[in-house]
């Protein structure tokens, strides 16, 4: 079946260092991808999103990268900071469709060593 | 502007028994979704709530259900429930109406979700 997955379940980044986390997803028909990010005890935050008619998209401190040809996702963060800590997820779905259709990968902890 | 709460935060129940889940969205937002996350399975869509109507079911058995209130407040509830029902269950709110385009950001906003362990 179709899915979203992640290439490291853990990645550990001196602070101020930049960190790339990557994404593989499976649907070719995904048109729209997001990133979350889900502190310890909290629901997931909204990141960046970026639809399939875009290769990159910028945020503060965070880029995506989308590459369409391999199916590939990443989430760049410039500059890490302590608080940058969290598992890090993306989701695909197809943009003109509801949440029924959202399908998350399942993350990756990012640690930000001080 | 208060974000998404749910009640209570951490559960405690035995198979076979019941539970029921409440979730308070922003102010405002009508649309309601729940989710299931676990270690295994990553984060689920369970359904989606809008004007007290169930607009969208994901792929979970009977045994969990849910509602929504006039006030957009919803609650879910598990029967009979599994060890495999373990997990922290989320709700998340949004302005959006489940049908139509996203638009240029996601409008969907996360509570702190419901712990729940079946012991």
């Known amino acids: 079946g179709e899915s979203v997955g992640l290439h490291l379940p853990t990645l550990s980044v001196q602070e101020g260092d930049n960190s790339i986390i990557n994404c593989a997803y499976s649907n070719s028909a995904s048109d729209y991808f997001i990133w979350y990010k889900q502190e310890s005890g909290k629901g997931p935050q909204f990141i960046i999103d970026i639809r399939s008619n875009m290769d990159k998209r910028q945020g503060q401190r965070v880029t995506v990268l989308l590459n369409k040809t391999v199916k590939h996702l990443s989430l760049q963060i410039a500059a890490t900071q302590p608080g940058d800590s969290a598992v890090y997820f993306c989701?695909?779905?197809?943009?003109?469709?509801?949440?029924?259709?959202?399908?998350f990968g399942t993350g990756t902890r990012l640690t930000i060593i001080p | 502007k208060a974000g998404v709460t749910q009640t209570p935060r951490y559960l405690i129940k035995t198979r076979g028994q019941q539970v029921t889940l409440s979730c308070s969205p922003i102010s405002g937002h009508r649309s309601v979704s729940w989710y299931q996350q676990t270690p295994g399975q990553g984060l689920q869509f369970l359904f989606e709530?809008?004007?007290?109507?169930?607009?969208n079911k994901g792929n979970f058995p009977g045994r969990f259900s849910g509602r929504q209130f006039s006030n957009s407040r919803s609650e879910m509830n598990v029967s009979t429930l599994e060890l495999g029902d373990s997990a922290l269950y989320l709700c998340?709110?949004?302005?959006?109406?489940?049908?139509?385009?996203?638009?240029?950001?996601?409008?969907?906003?996360f509570g702190p979700g419901t712990r729940l362990l079946v012991l």
């Open positions: 989701a695909e779905t197809k943009a003109n469709f509801g949440n029924e259709k959202l399908t």
């Open positions: 709530y809008f004007s007290e109507t169930q607009r």
């Open positions: 998340a709110s949004s302005s959006k109406p489940p049908s139509g385009r996203r638009g240029d950001q996601e409008t969907q906003y």
